[in-house]
C-alpha cells in the first residue's frame, strides 16, 4: 500500500502564499500521475491540479488556474502545490493523490487516483 503524507497547510491571509509538498512511498514515484483535490466543509472533494508521469503535463481547475502551480521531484518522491494570491474560498483540507503506475485517465477526477493521503488543513484569513 503507497503511503502518502502532506504537509506546509496552515493560515494565511487573503493574497498571500502557501506552499504544500505531498511525500510518496511509491518506488515507481515517476511513472505515477500525481493529483491535489480540497474538500471544504459541506462540500464535494473537488479537484485541484495534476501532474502526469508521462511527460509532466498539468492540469488546473478554472478556479486556481493563474494562481497555483503543480510540481514534482522525482528523485524525492514528492509533489508539491505552489499557492499563490490566495482567497478565503480557497479554505479547504487539500488532499494529495496518486495513481497507480503507467496509468491513463482524466486526471481531474478522482477514478485514476488509487491512493490519498490524509489532507492538510489550508485556511485563508480575510
Known amino acids: 500500500q503507497v503511503q502518502l503524507v502532506e504537509s506546509g497547510g496552515g493560515l494565511v491571509q487573503a493574497g498571500g502564499s502557501l506552499s504544500l509538498a505531498c511525500v510518496s512511498s511509491?518506488?515507481?514515484?515517476?511513472?505515477?500521475?500525481m493529483g491535489w483535490f480540497r474538500q471544504a466543509p459541506g462540500k464535494e472533494r473537488e479537484f485541484v491540479a495534476a501532474i502526469t508521469w508521462i511527460n509532466d503535463a498539468t492540469f488546473y481547475s478554472e478556479a486556481v488556474k493563474g494562481r497555483f502551480a503543480i510540481s514534482r521531484d522525482n528523485a524525492e518522491r514528492t509533489v508539491y502545490l505552489q499557492m499563490n494570491n490566495l482567497k478565503p474560498e480557497d479554505t479547504a483540507v487539500y488532499y494529495c493523490?496518486?495513481?497507480?503506475?503507467?496509468?491513463?485517465?482524466?486526471?481531474?477526477?478522482?477514478?485514476?487516483?488509487?491512493?490519498w493521503g490524509q489532507g492538510t488543513q489550508v485556511t485563508v484569513s480575510s
Open positions: 511509491e518506488s515507481a514515484f515517476s511513472k505515477c500521475t
Open positions: 493523490a496518486a495513481s497507480r503506475p503507467f496509468s491513463s485517465g482524466y486526471f481531474s477526477t478522482r477514478d485514476p487516483y488509487d491512493y
